[in-house]
């Protein structure tokens, strides 16, 4: 029996030793990331339950394949952790038998990470070439409808012909850490980026995300703790490039939004109208040293750009405003690295295009060494600062000049067309009133993307709006003729009544002869009149008001489906409550001087 007992201590003896052994060699396979981690912050990283997988930990990991990457990306809210870097800090990953924090010594405390060191560099997918782009472009600076609008307005600029967005985001994307001061309080959401990218995908449009980088940048130059890097302090429009945290900025910039787009083949990196350029004393000093020429530090500062971006992306082909290269000489575009970095989008919005003006540019684009280029015509936005209702005759002849321009490329074979972006103004700039709503500009958008898909606005083309969008285009009156089937036609009609009748209506109500007589400035100030000539508009005036009233209570739930309140006040303010405070004052002082039954002068009711 003792034997027997002792004959079992052996076995278990044994057993306990191969145990040890066995987690011995397991544990070798955890140093690595055990010490990859540990070399973050030990402050800030807490060890809990993590279950490794032993059989994947010591062999190299392939990177994740471009396609099924994107998938994840679009589909999860939350990035997936790259096996190649540490885990997620907020994820705690600590092994059941630790009990306390790692301690490491002689190791220099790294920062907190931030949005910079956690992006990862993702070659661009590539795509099989599917010809020249239609874009379409939104213009976020203003009027951004909400998520659940452009749910359903995709898929109808996919059916019109489109093939992409060129999405600018200026203060709506969802800037973190220290760049948050910039985005708007209706910015859109990491949520509401990640559902846009899938409406975009499930459309088959292309999302290609434009950033201002030079000009235009008021969002960013209005916050005062960015104005030190103004190119004029009086100004907000354009940025020192050579101020030393200029760059730095942008990078971050980019960084966070190229973190949200891994998928984007194409980056617009702005970069127009940079007015002032040359007149901050960085600027007046580089100049000194570099023969005075403008152009060539508004190209390095686009060359450094563009290097900032492919360093984060390899292979991102970038796009940029041409105008302030077109006076720049073609020995001056070809010392520089730009035209072998990034494509110039030409723009012209005008209905009538200078074809032979147009056509030197193209020869020195090409002689420059430019690979390609872009077209850039509109679809709202460009026939006035404050334009309510879209001419759309103004944009369809723009639309045909540029096909005249697209006829002529086969005489540049060095120069790929790569595609013509349809712009959609919101406002001029950051700091002017709002454009055109993008509902109302849906008819010209349907006349231009049909004109350019079939070559002119034919027959065909007329048809298929019709189709599309339930009503018809009648030029000469300027309308879409009928209910309208497509998204947002309530608001469209109810802005052609405002922009047609409102102010009208009172101005006929101001031609009667009674109310001409009878509630002059003066007399309402002294509560002065003949209830028997007030008797007369009195009714009428009032039927007036009310029904405008009903008609806009309406017109504002339909604009809060579509638009963020800050839109709806503004829109509201510069369009329609000038006209109905004169309305409402004239309806009071009538109604309240009639029960007065005509006292003399008072300015007491």
Request: proline share 6%; glycine share 4%.
């Given at each position: 029996?003792?034997?027997?007992?002792?004959?079992?201590?052996?076995?278990?003896?044994?057993?306990?030793?191969?145990?040890?052994?066995?987690?011995?060699?397991?544990?070798?396979?955890?140093?690595?990331?055990?010490?990859?981690?540990?070399?973050?912050?030990?402050?800030?990283?807490?060890?809990?339950?993590?279950?490794?997988?032993?059989?994947?930990?010591?062999?190299?990991?392939?990177?994740?394949?471009?396609?099924?990457?994107?998938?994840?990306?679009?589909?999860?809210?939350?990035?997936?952790?790259?096996?190649?870097?540490?885990?997620?800090?907020?994820?705690?990953?600590?092994?059941?038998?630790?009990?306390?924090?790692?301690?490491?010594?002689?190791?220099?405390?790294?920062?907190?990470?931030?949005?910079?060191?956690?992006?990862?560099?993702?070659?661009?997918?590539?795509?099989?070439?599917?010809?020249?782009?239609?874009?379409?472009?939104?213009?976020?600076?203003?009027?951004?409808?909400?998520?659940?609008?452009?749910?359903?307005?995709?898929?109808?600029?996919?059916?019109?012909?489109?093939?992409?967005?060129?999405?600018?985001?200026?203060?709506?994307?969802?800037?973190?850490?220290?760049?948050?001061?910039?985005?708007?309080?209706?910015?859109?959401?990491?949520?509401?980026?990640?559902?846009?990218?899938?409406?975009?995908?499930?459309?088959?449009?292309?999302?290609?995300?434009?950033?201002?980088?030079?000009?235009?940048?008021?969002?960013?130059?209005?916050?005062?703790?960015?104005?030190?890097?103004?190119?004029?302090?009086?100004?907000?429009?354009?940025?020192?490039?050579?101020?030393?945290?200029?760059?730095?900025?942008?990078?971050?910039?980019?960084?966070?939004?190229?973190?949200?787009?891994?998928?984007?083949?194409?980056?617009?990196?702005?970069?127009?109208?940079?007015?002032?350029?040359?007149?901050?004393?960085?600027?007046?000093?580089?100049?000194?040293?570099?023969?005075?020429?403008?152009?060539?530090?508004?190209?390095?500062?686009?060359?450094?750009?563009?290097?900032?971006?492919?360093?984060?992306?390899?292979?991102?082909?970038?796009?940029?405003?041409?105008?302030?290269?077109?006076?720049?000489?073609?020995?001056?575009?070809?010392?520089?690295?730009?035209?072998?970095?990034?494509?110039?989008?030409?723009?012209?919005?005008?209905?009538?295009?200078?074809?032979?003006?147009?056509?030197?540019?193209?020869?020195?684009?090409?002689?420059?060494?430019?690979?390609?280029?872009?077209?850039?015509?509109?679809?709202?936005?460009?026939?006035?600062?404050?334009?309510?209702?879209?001419?759309?005759?103004?944009h369809l002849d723009n639309h045909l000049s540029w096909l005249k321009v697209m006829d002529s490329m086969d005489?540049?074979?060095?120069?790929?067309?790569?595609?013509?972006?349809?712009?959609?103004?919101?406002?001029?700039?950051?700091?002017?009133?709002?454009?055109?709503?993008?509902?109302?500009?849906?008819?010209?958008?349907?006349?231009?993307?049909?004109?350019?898909?079939?070559?002119?606005?034919?027959?065909?083309?007329?048809?298929?709006?019709?189709?599309?969008?339930?009503?018809?285009?009648?030029?000469?009156?300027?309308?879409?003729?009928?209910?309208?089937?497509?998204?947002?036609?309530?608001?469209?009609?109810?802005?052609?009544?405002?922009?047609?009748?409102?102010?009208?209506?009172?101005?006929?109500?101001?031609?009667?002869?009674?109310?001409?007589?009878?509630?002059?400035?003066?007399?309402?100030?002294?509560?002065?009149?003949?209830?028997?000539?007030?008797?007369?508009?009195?009714?009428?005036?009032?039927?007036?008001?009310?029904?405008?009233?009903?008609?806009?209570?309406?017109?504002?739930?339909?604009?809060?489906?579509?638009?963020?309140?800050?839109?709806?006040?503004?829109?509201?303010?510069?369009?329609?409550?000038?006209?109905?405070?004169?309305?409402?004052?004239?309806?009071?002082?009538?109604?309240?001087?009639?029960?007065?039954?005509?006292?003399?002068?008072?300015?007491?009711?």
């Amino acid at each position: 029996m003792n034997s027997f007992k002792l004959l079992k201590l052996i076995v278990l003896f044994l057993v306990t030793l191969v145990i040890m052994k066995f987690f011995s060699s397991s544990n070798k396979g955890r140093v690595k990331i055990n010490s990859k981690i540990m070399d973050m912050d030990t402050n800030i990283f807490w060890w809990n339950n993590y279950t490794p997988e032993p059989e994947n930990l010591d062999a190299p990991k392939e990177p994740p394949k471009a396609e099924k990457n994107l998938e994840k990306k679009i589909i999860k809210k939350e990035p997936e952790p790259n096996p190649e870097e540490p885990h997620n800090l907020d994820s705690p990953v600590e092994p059941k038998e630790a009990k306390k924090k790692p301690v490491i010594e002689n190791v220099k405390k790294e920062p907190e990470p931030n949005i910079e060191e956690e992006i990862e560099i993702i070659e661009v997918p590539v795509k099989p070439s599917t010809g020249p782009l239609r874009l379409v472009h939104l213009d976020l600076k203003g009027a951004a409808p909400k998520v659940s609008y452009l749910k359903q307005i995709f898929p109808l600029f996919s059916s019109l012909g489109a093939h992409g967005i060129l999405i600018e985001y200026e203060d709506m994307f969802p800037y973190e850490g220290e760049l948050e001061i910039l985005k708007s309080p209706f910015a859109y959401s990491v949520e509401d980026i990640e559902e846009i990218k899938t409406l975009a995908n499930l459309n088959k449009l292309e999302l290609i995300p434009l950033m201002q980088v030079f000009g235009h940048l008021e969002f960013v130059l209005k916050h005062e703790k960015y104005a030190h890097l103004r190119e004029v302090p009086k100004y907000p429009n354009s940025l020192n490039a050579l101020a030393p945290d200029s760059l730095p900025l942008l990078k971050n910039m980019l960084k966070q939004i190229l973190k949200r787009h891994p998928e984007a083949r194409f980056f617009h990196i702005g970069a127009d109208e940079v007015y002032e350029l040359g007149e901050s004393e960085d600027s007046k000093r580089w100049l000194e040293k570099n023969n005075g020429d403008v152009g060539a530090l508004y190209l390095s500062h686009v060359s450094n750009v563009c290097h900032l971006v492919t360093e984060m992306r390899p292979g991102m082909k970038m796009i940029f405003w041409d105008d302030m290269i077109r006076k720049i000489s073609v020995p001056t575009l070809q010392t520089s690295d730009v035209p072998k970095l990034a494509f110039p989008m030409i723009w012209n919005y005008n209905p009538q295009i200078d074809m032979q003006s147009l056509a030197k540019l193209l020869e020195k684009y090409r002689d420059a060494g430019f690979l390609g280029v872009w077209f850039a015509s509109s679809f709202k936005g460009t026939s006035g600062v404050d334009q309510r209702w879209t001419p759309l005759k103004h944009h369809l002849d723009n639309h045909l000049s540029w096909l005249k321009v697209m006829d002529s490329m086969d005489q540049y074979p060095s120069l790929t067309f790569q595609g013509i972006a349809i712009t959609g103004w919101q406002r001029y700039e950051h700091f002017t009133r709002l454009c055109e709503l993008l509902p109302v500009a849906i008819p010209s958008l349907a006349v231009c993307l049909q004109t350019l898909k079939y070559g002119s606005f034919n027959e065909e083309a007329v048809k298929a709006v019709h189709h599309i969008l339930g009503c018809n285009i009648k030029l000469d009156p300027n309308i879409c003729e009928g209910s309208g089937s497509f998204v947002g036609a309530e608001i469209y009609h109810k802005v052609r009544k405002i922009h047609t009748e409102l102010q009208s209506s009172i101005d006929s109500m101001m031609t009667d002869h009674f109310l001409r007589g009878s509630l002059s400035n003066y007399l309402r100030k002294y509560n002065f009149a003949n209830p028997r000539n007030l008797r007369q508009f009195k009714t009428k005036l009032r039927k007036l008001q009310d029904d405008w009233e009903s008609m806009l209570e309406t017109f504002r739930k339909e604009m809060e489906a579509i638009f963020y309140p800050d839109t709806v006040e503004e829109w509201m303010e510069d369009n329609v409550n000038e006209q109905m405070t004169k309305l409402r004052s004239m309806v009071q002082d009538t109604e309240r001087i009639y029960d007065l039954d005509g006292r003399k002068k008072s300015l007491n009711t």
